[in-house]
């Protein structure tokens, strides 16, 4: 079976999640701070539940949470552990009955964490601050109940051997729950699905296929096998990424996002596998809605 998943914000939906810079932040006081950041994070598990109902009354089986939920967490200056703010244990409390409610209606959840995520950097203070966002992602999945933090390989920075190489070294600063979560997708312009394969099985770190990236980025693999080899690292349920281009694949820019999925995109050998296939459309739930109808008329 299929499950389809909508990634962390709505297009039509009254669903909204909110957040702060760290300059706002600034120029309150550390009271008015405090007040801010709990409000916004109080809202923010409303809207997680909230998502998780509307993926549950329509048959969406996976929502990507916003690396955001709980703005500026880690950041040098303002960054806070939600379990020492006043209201902290009541705000973990609704964290976990969303993960609860996720886990009674079999909505899987995933994190994708920003790009300045960077595990393979040759800056130290980049990979500490990128372990420290992953490990503050894992912190909130252990409530949430949510099995993948997905990133991408990182840069090549002039010696892609090199970097692959601290990327494995630096996959084992982690955590044991970070690393039992912890993915890696392809990306379109640097690191094919061979490449990032290898690297995955070198650290048995689930690989989420990206066909958009892999028609963007080839290598000697074709969908397929990419597929198969994909599923054949994971322990649970795989989980690949589809997106079309907005202006098709024989314009210049073939990498934007369009706001639908076309169903000649979806490759066939998806349609019977059971997989999560997270949908990078612009149009978010309206996207993802029209794919399943799509699929449904496939069938």
Known sequence: MIRLGLCCIFKNEPIKFRTTTASVVS???????IEKLTSIIRDNSASLMAALKYCKKNHIGSFRVNSRILPLATHPDYGY???????????????????NYAAENNIRTTFHPDQFVVLNSPRHDVVASSIKEIEYQTEVAQWINTDVINIHCGGGYGDKFQALFRLKSNVTRLSSEARKRLTFENDDKLYSPAEVLTVCNDCSVPFVYDVHHHR???????????????ISTWNREPL???SSPLNGWQSRKPRSHHDFIDI??????WTKLDITIEVEAKAKELAVKKLSKLLYCKQ
């Open 216 to 230: 963007c980025h080839t290598d000697n693999f074709d969908i397929e096998s990419a597929t198969k080899a994909a």
């Open 240 to 242: 690949f990424h589809i």
């Open 27 to 33: 120029r309150l006081s550390n009271t008015d701070a």
């Open 81 to 99: 552990s939600l379990k020492n703010l006043p209201d902290g244990e009541s705000l973990i409390a609704q964290f976990l009955d969303c993960g």
């Open 264 to 269: 000649n995109d979806f490759p066939e050998i």
